[in-house]
T-cell receptor, first 111, second 113 residues
Framework: RKEVEQDPGPFNVPEGATVAFNCTYS??????FFWYRQDCRKEPKLLMS???SGNEDGRFTAQLNRASQYISLLIRDSKLSDSATYLC????????????FGSGTRLQVQP | EAQVTQNPRYLITVTGKKLTVTCSQN?????MSWYRQDPGLGLRQIYY???????DKGDVPEGYKVSRKEKRNFPLILESPSPNQTSLYFC????????????FGDGTRLSIL
């Protein structure tokens, strides 16, 4: 079983739609969680950190469920510019600070 | 502007010819790391450094070396590159405390023929 699992998609949605991605992780001792966005094999860019209480940044909402070991990302009112691959990222080894990446979920927002 | 800078951005070379990919950050970060990204395998950590003169292996260190003589620089060295090291490489940095996200460089696309 992979340490971090995501549905690869693609998710094809119309502009204005609401879309949600889930990500599960296997290590219950994982400390930190993030969503990164990656465009066309460019560098991953931080979208948002994920906090235990859930957090929102504009149209984006992230949630963490430690009991079930999953993280979610909700995007409201999708824009064409949201088209990208969304990477779920978990810090699984605090000493090594290695980011463990999910394989990514591809989102394509269509006009 | 806060950034992580990698060079070169693209390189095509031949098996066995030593090469170095440089990484420099201007944010005074203690932690730096190298990842490679391959289709179907995602991003995997090669080496990391917690601070100057402190480096350690990640998940896929074979065939690579690193050094951290200065806080801002963390070069990746391929002493004898082989075709299976053809990949997209990213350098990242962050402050030492674990809940801070890592900032990535633009990436280096290496092709080893």
């Amino acid at each position: 079983r992979k340490e971090v699992e995501q549905d690869p998609g693609p998710f094809n949605v119309p502009e204005g739609a609401t879309v949600a991605f889930n990500c599960t992780y296997s290590n219950s001792a994982s400390q930190s969680f993030f969503w990164y966005r990656q465009d066309c094999r460019k560098e991953p860019k931080l979208l948002m950190s994920v906090y235990s209480s859930g957090n929102e940044d504009g149209r984006f909402t992230a949630q963490l469920n430690r009991a079930s070991q999953y993280i979610s990302l909700l995007i409201r009112d999708s824009k064409l510019s949201d088209s990208a691959t969304y990477l779920c990222v978990v810090v699984t080894d605090t000493g090594r600070r290695a980011l463990t990446f999910g394989s990514g979920t591809r989102l394509q927002v269509q006009p | 502007e806060a950034q992580v800078t990698q060079n070169p951005r693209y390189l095509i070379t031949v098996t066995g010819k030593k090469l170095t990919v440089t990484c420099s950050q201007n944010m005074n970060h203690e932690y730096m790391s190298w990842y490679r990204q391959d289709p179907g395998l995602g991003l995997r950590q090669i080496y990391y450094s917690m601070n100057v003169e402190v480096t350690d292996k990640g998940d896929v260190p074979e065939g690579y070396k690193v050094s951290r003589k200065e806080k801002r620089n963390f070069p990746l060295i391929l002493e004898s590159p082989s075709p299976n090291q053809t990949s997209l490489y990213f350098c990242a940095s962050s402050p030492w405390y674990s809940n801070q996200p890592q900032h990535f460089g633009d990436g280096t696309r290496l092709s080893i023929l």
